[in-house]
């Protein structure tokens, strides 16, 4: 099988989450590795047999043996590496938020566009397993989708470094909601027209946001710092039934119940986002829009869109207002 020599723009305790389920992808092969500090991509190459790696960046971007470069630097990197990338004739494997604004955001995509390149962010909460279905349940039993609740629930927490700095960041918004801002739309199948929001996007505070799809259907994201654990709560409701699903995002424990009118039933459910399958599932499909010319998975649009969404939001939670798309 023909497969996508991809080059890893990083290394830190993310790049471990992700590497089983990359190194397990059938149409790709990680070939290139760089950090800023040069023991840490040699550690993680002789580690994981990677051939290749350096220090400096420049030598990825540019080497003959990868086709595709996966972003994993900090936000605040994000679109001037991806740009380099694709300068240098490289497809893009981002890490979310795809810029840290709307406008460098479509800049970014109309050189992929305007190369033939690949430009994917890596919104992987679509691909988890337990989410994947979520359209086909609700097409087949839950009916029209009127409201979306997607809730996040975790312990206090204070982040340090670039996270704690918004202008490097994005704050929780662009850091972390935008998962559920990308879900949402997602789900709904359709950009929202309106976006309210309270309370504050910086980790260990509360905050509320509502996006308007027209017809009276709405999208509720909300960010609870003040409890327990790290949980995520979906809730589904349709025309002719609704969905809960709810579990432990670092050991996948959950369980999900539909309710129609002919009745309910609850199982256990594994709502593992950060597993092999999830990760498999974002490189292999990354590397077969490659391999195939088609779109990817996570549409380049709907990287720009979570990007607006996360944009509006935060204006939406200074000002007070309902604001328009
Ligand atoms: N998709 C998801 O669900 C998800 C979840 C978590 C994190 N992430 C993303 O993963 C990425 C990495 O996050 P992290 O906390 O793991 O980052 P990090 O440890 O701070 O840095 C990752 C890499 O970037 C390098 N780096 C840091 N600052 C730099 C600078 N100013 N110039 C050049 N290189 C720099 C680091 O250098 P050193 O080698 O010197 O350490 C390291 O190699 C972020 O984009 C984050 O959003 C995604």
Known sequence: MQKVRLGILGVSWWTHVIWPGFSSAENAEITWIAARTGEKAERFAREHGIPNWTDNYADLLSASEVDAVYVGVPNFLHEEMAVAALANGKHVLQEKPMALTVDKAIAQAEIAFSRGLALMVNQ?????????????????????????????????????????????????????????????????????????????????????????????????????????????RVELYGERGYLLQEGDLNTGRGSRRIVTESGSESADLNLEVFGVSTFRHVLEGFADAILTGSEPPIPTADGIWAVRMAESAREAMRTGQILAF
């Not at 975790?154 to 918004?173: F, H, I, N, V, Y």
């Not at 910086?202 to 960010?223: K, N, P, Q, R, W």
Request: neutral net charge; hydrophobic residues 40%.
């Open 124 to 232: 992987e909460l679509r691909l988890v397993d337990a989410i994947r279905d979520l359209p086909e349940i609700t097409r087949t039993r839950l009916g029209a989708l009127r409201k979306v609740v997607l809730g996040v629930t975790k312990a206090p927490e204070t982040w340090g470094g670039w996270r704690a700095d918004k202008t490097r960041s994005g704050g929780t918004l662009f850091e972390m909601a935008i998962h559920q801002l990308d879900l949402a739309r997602w789900l709904f199948g359709r950009n929202p027209l309106r976006v309210w929001a309270q309370g504050e996007d910086s980790s260990g505070h509360d905050m509320t946001v509502v996006f308007d799809y027209g017809e009276g259907d709405t999208a509720l994201i909300d960010y609870c710092w003040r409890s327990i654990g790290f949980r995520l």
